[in-house]
C-alpha cells in the first residue's frame, strides 16, 4: 500500500498544476490558460502535428515529455518567456520541485524531463517546438495583445526559438510566417 499511498499523494499534489497561471491568453483573448491546459493542449498538439517532426518520434514518449515538463512549476511558479529577470533564477527554482514518488517512476518521470531540457533526442526537440509554438499560437489568436502588453522584441522571439527548426523546419517556417511576421507588421512584436 506504501507504492500506492505515494502515486496518490503526488496525483493529487499535480492538481496544483491547474493553479498555476501562465501570461498567455486563451484563444478567447479574456483567460489565461493555465499550465495543466497547456500541457493537454501540446498533447493533443503532438498527436495532429507528429507528422511534422524533422525525424520520427515515439509519439507517447513525447507526449508524457510535454504533461510533465511544466509539474516543476507547481512550486516554482511560471517565468514569462520574456522576463529576463524571472529566466535568471528560473533552473535553480525548477530544481527544488519536491518529488513524492515512489523511486523507480520518480527516476522515469525525472529522466523525461531531463531529456526535454536537454534537447538532444528527436522526442526532445519536437516537445520544445511545441512549447515554443503553442503560445506564439495563441499569442497571434488574440492579435498580439501580450506581445504588445509586454513590449516584447522581434529579437527576443527569435532567440528562444534559435533552436525550433531543429524539431521542425515546417513549424517553425508556419509560426514565423503566419503567426510572427504579421504581428511584426501589425506593431505587436517590436521590431
Not at 510533465?68 to 527554482?93: C, F, M, P, S, W
Not at 499569442?139 to 529579437?155: I, K, P
Request: hydrophobic share 40%; net charge negative; charged share 35%.
Amino acid at each position: 500500500m506504501e507504492r500506492i499511498e505515494k502515486q496518490m499523494q503526488f496525483i493529487l499534489e499535480i492538481d496544483k498544476e491547474k493553479q498555476i497561471k501562465r501570461k498567455t491568453l486563451q484563444s478567447n483573448g479574456k483567460d489565461f490558460e493555465d499550465d495543466a491546459q497547456h500541457a493537454w493542449h501540446m498533447a493533443i498538439m503532438t498527436l495532429l502535428l507528429s507528422e511534422y517532426a524533422n525525424d520520427e518520434i515515439d509519439v507517447l514518449k513525447t507526449i508524457s515529455m510535454l504533461l510533465i515538463h511544466d509539474l516543476v512549476e507547481i512550486d516554482a511558479g511560471d517565468t514569462y518567456a520574456y522576463d529576463d529577470q524571472g529566466l535568471k533564477t528560473q533552473n535553480e527554482r525548477e530544481n527544488l520541485a519536491a518529488n513524492l514518488l515512489p523511486e523507480d517512476q520518480a527516476k522515469k518521470i525525472f529522466d523525461l524531463w531531463n531529456e526535454l531540457e536537454e534537447r538532444k533526442t528527436a522526442e526532445a526537440k519536437f516537445a520544445r517546438v511545441l512549447d515554443n509554438f503553442q503560445p506564439v499560437m495563441l499569442n497571434a489568436a488574440t492579435d498580439g495583445r501580450m506581445w504588445a502588453e509586454n513590449g516584447v522584441h522581434l529579437e527576443k522571439i527569435l532567440k528562444r526559438n534559435e533552436k525550433t527548426h531543429e524539431g521542425s523546419e515546417v513549424l517553425w517556417k508556419y509560426m514565423y510566417e503566419h503567426f510572427i511576421l504579421p504581428n511584426v507588421k501589425k506593431g505587436r512584436i517590436k521590431e
